[in-house]
């Protein structure tokens, strides 16, 4: 019994030597056959990768700019369309909320002497959106609490409004007519608020103004969107089930008057996207490893049909049928291997220069490499099986007749 | 001299199927072997010998009749039983040698080692002591294609004999090779001979089979002469 476990492993070792020897000897044909499989791990890692290296980036620009926050958004019935400021303060009033950022959009014609701008996007915001975000105002002041209880005509304005409006100009004190009503300019913010991805998605306003004076221009006393802040801590579904609990008594339990969006739900059906792209997108990618692997099943009959003679006289000095099986499917899963590994290689190469393109995260994804590995194993097996079954049951007579 | 039986073969037919008849090529042999003979089978071409140099070799099975080696029924045999018995028993040379040419000389002859099992240092001392003995010494780290034919045929020999089987086993095996390289070939079969191993040859040249202690003729599939187990 040990001499049979012995003489096993001799025998492995000598097959896996002797098929390198084949592999190099064919140089230029071995190089073609495991290009395929090459191609096709490297399209599987370098897909997967990249997709994961997005959804990560995008993951953490949700999270830092979605954690702790719900947005309400309101279509409202024929009785009311929106909430009241007087709303408002009840909601911020409860336990989980720290404070309600209002938003209200007018699409506005903005002008200073002859310059004119229209389709400027307007946004009516409180005083406690600059207070949560400190940073935002580079130049100036930011709108508070005097603004807002006053309905001033005080505005801030973003970098592409003052190179559109005040070029050279210091624009702190100037008047600027939005929709023909004069503002005056108390500070300059910096419009990519939250980050590149982010404000993709949000869309920054370029000037802001008080929320209640946006609402006089408006002629509305309703709030049709806002933001709530929750404290930090707080379970966000736990916290949207009070703000809705909240609404639904303003909308008299009418449906769908609302919807409270906690920013971690878009977060997680953003991940169920991305995941099934990248297996929909490793799906399409395995098919060029079938082809490959239909490929190395070509190489490896035609290398049978080579060798006939060889076969036939390892059988006649006694190699038993398993072992000439065992020496072809070492051929053929060698040879995929080495595809794989180069595969995974080019993959990883390929996926680091997307992701520096994409200006995402660089991922190394160990499952990715992990699939590439086992599926190119796999192949080298499965397309293997034939020829190496075939080589096993040439006749020895007939093999050596051949020559 | 040792007079026990090699091998026995009782009755042997064997028959192929071409296109869609039946051939009979061997016809009824009976042929007993005693240890340490030295046999040559005579034929011309077409007459079986070499389906019963598959049959003596293992390569093959009889459609019926009964093959004993050793005390071991072969006719019985499935595959692999076969292989081990070729591996262990019988050393093969071939017409023109059948060396794989992406293989030294030295890995040549090892060949038959690694399906027994040997290590490599063993194998490669083994390989090493069987080419000196046939006068290669010189030429081990050489491919097939830079040896002449004599040489290739006793790398070939070399091969048959590394794993000291008791039944060397030669097709034509002067065939591709001019006399005095053929004479040198038969010289070493005659040396193996005297150290009682059994050696038969199969060839369709008469000069060559009086090389052998006995000669058996075979034409159209039955032994004409020299098939009983008579005094050699």
């Known amino acids: 019994m040990r001499n049979a476990i012995r003489g096993t492993f001799v025998m492995l070792g000598e097959c896996f030597r002797m098929s390198l020897d084949n592999i190099r000897g064919n140089k230029i044909r071995s190089f073609l056959t495991l290009l395929g499989i090459m191609i096709g791990v490297t399209a599987v890692i370098a897909l997967i990768s990249t997709v994961s290296g997005v959804s990560g980036t995008l993951a953490d620009s949700f999270s830092s700019m979605g954690a702790g926050r719900l947005s309400v958004s309101i279509t409202g019935n024929d009785l009311k369309t929106g909430v009241t400021p007087e709303d408002l303060a009840e909601i911020t009033a409860l336990d989980s909320v720290r404070g309600v950022v209002p938003s209200i959009s007018l699409n506005g014609r903005v002008s200073r002497g002859k310059t004119v701008e229209s389709g400027v996007s307007v946004s009516g915001r409180n005083a406690y959106y600059f207070q949560r975000n400190p940073d935002l105002i580079l130049q100036g002041r930011a709108l508070n609490f005097i603004d807002d209880d006053n309905s001033t005509y005080a505005c801030v304005i973003s970098r592409k409004m003052v190179d559109t409006f005040f070029f050279g100009v210091n624009p702190l004190g100037e008047t600027l007519y939005v929709s023909g009503i004069p503002f005056t300019v108390v500070g300059r913010y910096e419009e990519d608020d939250g980050g590149g991805v ?206 | 001299m040792q007079t026990n039986t090699f091998f026995e073969m009782t009755g042997i037919h064997k028959d192929y199927i071409m296109g869609g008849e039946p051939v009979h090529v061997l016809k009824n042999i009976c042929l007993s072997i005693r240890e340490g003979e030295y046999l040559s089978v005579l034929g011309p071409s077409g007459s079986g010998k070499s389906t019963l140099m598959n049959l003596i070799g293992c390569l093959d099975t009889p459609t019926a009749g009964e093959y004993i080696l050793h005390g071991r029924k072969v006719d019985e045999m499935d595959e692999t039983e076969l292989a081990r018995l070729r591996n262990r028993e019988i050393g093969f040379i071939f017409q023109n040698s059948q060396l794989l040419n992406r293989l030294t000389a030295r890995k040549n002859v090892e060949l038959p080692l690694i399906y027994a099992g040997i290590l490599p240092k063993e194998r490669r001392r083994r390989a090493e002591a069987m080419l000196e003995r046939v006068g290669l010494k010189d030429r081990m ?12 045929q006793r790398v070939a020999i070399a091969r048959a004999m590394v794993g000291n089987p008791s039944l060397l086993l030669a097709d034509e095996p002067t065939g591709a090779l001019d006399q005095k390289t053929g004479a040198q070939i038969m010289e070493l079969f005659g040396e193996l001979n005297r150290e009682n191993r059994t050696v038969i040859m199969i060839t369709h040249d008469m000069k060559i089979a009086a090389h052998a202690k006995r000669v058996i003729r075979i034409i159209d599939g039955e032994i004409l002469e020299g098939g009983g187990a008579d005094d050699a």
Not at chain 1, 214 to 220: D, G, T, V
Not at chain 1, 273 to 286: C, E, K, P
Not at chain 1, 366 to 373: E, H, N, R
Request: hydrophobic fraction near 50%; proline fraction near 3%.
């Open chain 1, 198 to 403: 982010a404000s993709m998605f949000s869309g920054s306003p370029d000037i802001l103004i008080p929320y209640t004076t946006a609402m006089k221009i408006n002629n509305s006393r309703e709030i049709s969107s806002f933001t709530v802040y929750l404290n930090d801590g707080t379970d966000s579904a736990g916290a949207s089930a009070a703000v809705e609990e909240k609404m639904d008594a303003m909308f008299d339990y009418e449906e769908d008057c609302f919807t409270v969006t906690a920013m971690t739900s878009i977060e997680e059906t953003m991940e169920t996207m991305m995941g099934m792209m990248s297996s929909l997108l490793a799906g399409i990618a395995s098919i060029a490893l079938i082809v490959g692997g239909i490929g190395i099943m070509n190489m490896m009959l035609t290398t049978v049909t080579e060798r006939t003679v060889e076969i036939g006289l390892k059988k006649a000095l006694g190699a038993i049928p398993w072992q000439i099986q065992v020496q072809f499917l070492i051929e053929s899963f060698l040879l995929s291997m080495i595809g794989g590994l180069l595969g995974v290689a080019a993959g990883l190469g390929l996926s680091y220069i997307l992701c520096r393109v994409l200006e995402t995260g660089f991922v190394l994804n160990t499952g990715a490499i992990a699939l590439g590995v086992g599926f190119s194993a796999a192949v080298g097996l499965v397309f293997g099986w034939a020829p190496a079954r075939k080589a096993s049951r040439l006749n020895p007579i007939d093999a050596l007749r051949t020559a």
């Open chain 2, 141 to 152: 780290d050489h491919l097939p294609t830079q040896l002449s034919g004599g040489q290739q």
